[in-house]
């Protein structure tokens, strides 16, 4: 189940998912392009900062943000008492 989509560029989108699981996808091709074991719970939101970095959100009471270029996890944002249901840029 996705529980947030969001366009990182013309042709490209990314979703979060019940099963924890950031993925960007070729719009065109409707295929995936990157699939980030991103969250051990569901993830509630996605936004795309910039062409290279997303953020993401998740009932883990976490916000991570994504070097897409290196598939990696930059930085993770800790302390929030429940789940971070969204963000906004």
């Known amino acids: 189940k996705v529980h ?3 366009a990182v560029s013309a042709s490209c989108v990314a979703s ?3 099963d924890g ?3 960007l996808w070729d719009v065109a091709r409707q295929s995936p392009l990157l699939k980030l074991d991103a969250h051990d719970k569901q993830v509630l939101g996605v936004e795309a900062l910039s062409a290279d970095v997303i ?3 998740s009932a883990d009471r ?3 943000l994504w070097d897409i270029r290196s ?3 930059s ?3 800790r302390g929030h008492g429940g789940s971070v249901r ?3 840029t």
């Open 4 to 6: 947030s989509v969001t």
């Open 71 to 73: 598939k990696r996890c």
């Open 86 to 88: 969204g963000m906004t």
């Open 62 to 64: 976490t916000v991570k």
């Open 16 to 18: 979060g998912s019940e």
């Open 75 to 77: 930085s993770i944002l």
């Open 55 to 57: 953020a993401s959100c």
């Open 21 to 23: 699981e950031v993925r």
